[in-house]
């Protein structure tokens, strides 16, 4: 942790940046999952679109079903790049803070180390104002990602109910309701998989408040 | 942004080059950085400088998972090189760096502690990743006096350090060498002033001709792959080194 001088601002043992980039990079990994999942879903929809047509008459809901799953999952596509773009930034600024910590603290040290030293306490607090605009930016980063991962959360509820009525149409298509059953239920499952990782994100302590 | 690109992958044995950023402050080098990827973990080679850590980690990210790092390899002590180590280690402190015993006690001035540096002995060392054997080849002298190369026999790679390092003009973005004779130009004084040695540097082309080499990786400009290896050598042993004028 940083030791306080007492000549420079209380907050600067803030939470540090080695812990928040270990949380970050869960993050990272997390939401790289759910976009390997998501991928899934969109051949997925295809397979479902594939097998509607061939059923035919027999599973006429099923088919508008399936080309709403269709959209959904390139809606979900779409959303995942950019919820790729946003972590990829989140993954770097907070590498940036860590950088203003490590500076600052040697800053620190060497304030408390020459009694107070005049130039070093301007170069400190310098350093601490840059900190701090990083760390707003960092602020605005985190809000960001929940924002993005709140939109990712609200169209997989949609898709969890598109994928249910699946389901439910499934069971009238006949000859085709053991097949249709199937690739509802996969696209069910890979929906909750989702559903599970937007979960674990949020009880992230990186969201949680200082 | 510092892009990420796979230029070898054999199932879950890979390695990644972590290149070219554009936003990088003109005073600095631009420099490559390493991944060797084996079931897993991850070796990164010559991490580089402290200002470009959080380039390198996010685009490290974007394709690896920096946790499953199982150390770094430092093939000499230079700023952009390992002035990161100490950012490295916030992030894992129990990452070790594998490095010429000669700086173990001056890498510390970046960070970390005893615990954090595993010293190569002179002649070389083994370094297993995961079960993948990695071979730390001596090119003492080439620039530094304690240098080390790294070698995966099985993916048929050599990671060289400066040596093959190429001062691109800014446009140059290929990620392999194309045109060896209009490349070899933005190396050549670079290779006569840094290498200090011609009998190193003889000792070194003897010792990697006898090696298999697809691709020969330097830490600045582009990777030289197929018969560019083997022109490169040649050149680099016919190049008289150790010359400033002054
Ligand atoms: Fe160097
Ligand atoms: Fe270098």
């Excluded at chain 1, 990712?152 to 439910?168: D, F, T």
């Excluded at chain 1, 006949?174 to 239920?185: D, K, T, W």
């Excluded at chain 2, 050149?235 to 150790?242: A, I, N």
Aim: aromatic share 8%; hydrophobic share 45%.
């Amino acid at each position: 942790m940083i030791p306080d001088s007492g000549t420079t601002p209380r907050s600067l043992a803030h939470r540090s940046a080695g812990q928040d980039l270990v949380r970050i990079v869960q993050i990272n990994e997390e939401i790289k999952s759910i976009v390997a999942v998501a991928f899934k879903i969109n051949i997925m929809a295809l397979n479902a679109i594939f097998l509607a047509k061939r059923a035919g008459s027999t599973a006429l809901g099923f088919g508008v079903l399936s080309n709403e799953l269709r959209v959904f999952s390139q809606d979900l596509k779409n959303a995942m790049g950019g919820l790729s773009g946003v972590i990829h930034k989140a993954v770097s600024d907070v590498s940036v803070l860590l950088q203003d910590q490590r500076m600052l603290r040697l800053l620190q040290e060497a304030e408390v180390r020459s009694g107070g030293n005049i130039r070093v306490r301007e170069a400190l607090r310098a350093r601490y104002d840059r900190m701090e605009a990083h760390r707003a930016n960092l602020a605005l980063q985190r809000r960001q990602l929940q924002l993005v991962l709140g939109n990712v959360a609200q169209l997989v509820e949609l898709g969890g109910v598109l994928a249910k009525s699946a389901k439910i149409e499934a069971a009238y298509g006949q000859a085709f309701s053991s097949s249709l059953s199937q690739v509802s239920g996969e696209f069910d499952g890979v929906v909750e998989e989702i559903r599970r990782s937007l979960g674990h994100l949020n009880k992230s302590e990186f969201f949680s408040s200082r | 942004m510092k892009a990420t690109q796979c230029f070898f992958q054999d199932g879950e044995h890979k390695w990644l080059a972590i290149v070219r950023d554009p936003e990088r402050p003109d005073a600095l080098i631009d420099t490559n950085e390493y991944l060797v990827a084996y079931n897993g973990a991850g070796l990164l080679l010559d991490p580089g400088g402290a200002e470009v850590f959080p380039a390198v980690f996010s685009a490290l990210s974007a394709e690896f998972d920096p946790a499953a790092l199982a150390g770094l390899f430092a093939s000499h002590q230079d700023p952009d090189i390992i002035s990161s180590l100490a950012l490295w280690l916030e992030f894992n402190p129990k990452l070790p760096c594998y490095v010429s015993w000669l700086w173990a006690s001056f890498i510390p001035h970046f960070g970390g502690s005893a615990e954090s540096f595993v010293s190569i002995p002179d002649e070389g060392m083994e370094i297993n990743l995961n079960g993948l054997p990695l071979q730390a080849v001596p090119a003492h002298y080439l620039h530094s006096s304690g240098n080390f190369h790294l070698y995966d026999a099985r993916a048929r790679v050599l990671f060289s350090g400066d040596v093959g390092a190429a001062l691109l003009p800014s446009k140059t973005d290929g990620l392999f060498v194309e045109n060896f004779d209009a490349h070899i130009r933005h190396a050549e004084a670079f290779h006569r002033r840094w290498m200090g040695s011609n009998e190193a540097k003889r000792a070194w082309c003897e010792r990697v001709s006898r090696l298999s080499i697809d691709m020969l990786c330097p830490q600045h400009g582009a990777i030289y792959q197929g018969p560019d290896v083997e022109r490169f050598i040649n050149w680099f042993d016919g190049l008289r080194v150790g010359v400033a004028v002054g």
